[in-house]
């Protein structure tokens, strides 16, 4: 009943939000967007997409014809890509090149933001994390782990500790981020040891048969952990870190924490 009554405003006018990713069948944005929406009088939905890797170029022709598209949600893994589209952006995805949310200016081109960092962090103090004073080790140096770097600085710790698989992506990060004064972050290996607070930024988790991001048999009960993967409910790493006794967010409650905050990005006024 519930979505049927979502769908009975649709028609002619409706504005359209899709949101795009591969794969797209684990996103719960569509209905709470599209929910949010109708909250605040608005006659539009988020509808999901199926765009592969390689494919980001058709789509965004496709949807630069489309003048009922209004705004733009980016996942894995065009979050880097879909930078290169935008003519405007925020300071954070200048930063990196990388963008979550895109809308229209008011003359069609597009604007991009990343708030997966904001997201982040608020669902972790949502869930009784203490960020400020902290020392924290962050898992993947992407687009969503760089944002949730700058979040984490910015929201006090102390202490900030970088992995990735990929060593060059973990040292560019760092590098970035010294470079604008902040020397509160460094590359590390995967190890929670002496840690307040452990996030995994990376797609570890996804698939079923994924290896653990890190070992939880270092996990302490005072630690809070917590997991971008949303779509997947208590992943396999934070049911080891619960069993540990540690308070944990999901990638669920991540996506809650961010449904006001992208609909006032998304329904801003055109400026440009």
Known sequence: MRGNMMLEPLNGETRLFPIVGDPIKYVKSPERLTRGF???????????????????AAAMEGFNAIPNIDGLLITMPHKFAAFDYCATSSGTSKLFGVVSVMRRN????????????????????????????????????????????????????????????????????????????????RV????????????????????????????????????????????????????VARDAGCGTANGDQMVEAIQEIMLDFMLASRTV
Request: aromatic content about 4%.
């Open 188 to 239: 590390g290996p995967a190890d929670p040891v002496g840690c307040n607070m452990v996030c995994n930024a990376t797609s570890m988790g996804m698939a079923d048969d994924d290896p653990l991001p890190v070992n939880p048999v270092l996990f302490k009960s005072s630690m809070f952990i917590g997991d971008v993967i949303a779509g997947h409910g208590e992943t396999a790493l934070l049911k």
């Open 38 to 56: 109708a909250a605040r009088g608005r006659n539009a939905i988020c509808v999901p997409m199926q765009v592969a890797e390689g494919a980001l």
């Open 106 to 185: 008011a003359d069609d081109t597009w604007h991009g933001d990343m708030l997966d960092g904001l997201a982040f962090v608020k669902a972790q103090k949502d869930q009784g994390a203490q960020p400020d004073g902290a020392k924290v080790l962050l898992l993947g140096a992407g687009g969503a782990g760089s944002a949730i770097a700058v979040a984490l600085l910015d929201a006090g710790v102390r202490e900030l500790i970088v992995y990735d698989i990929n060593q060059d992506r973990a040292n560019t990060l760092v590098e970035l981020l010294n470079e604008r004064g902040d020397r509160r972050i």
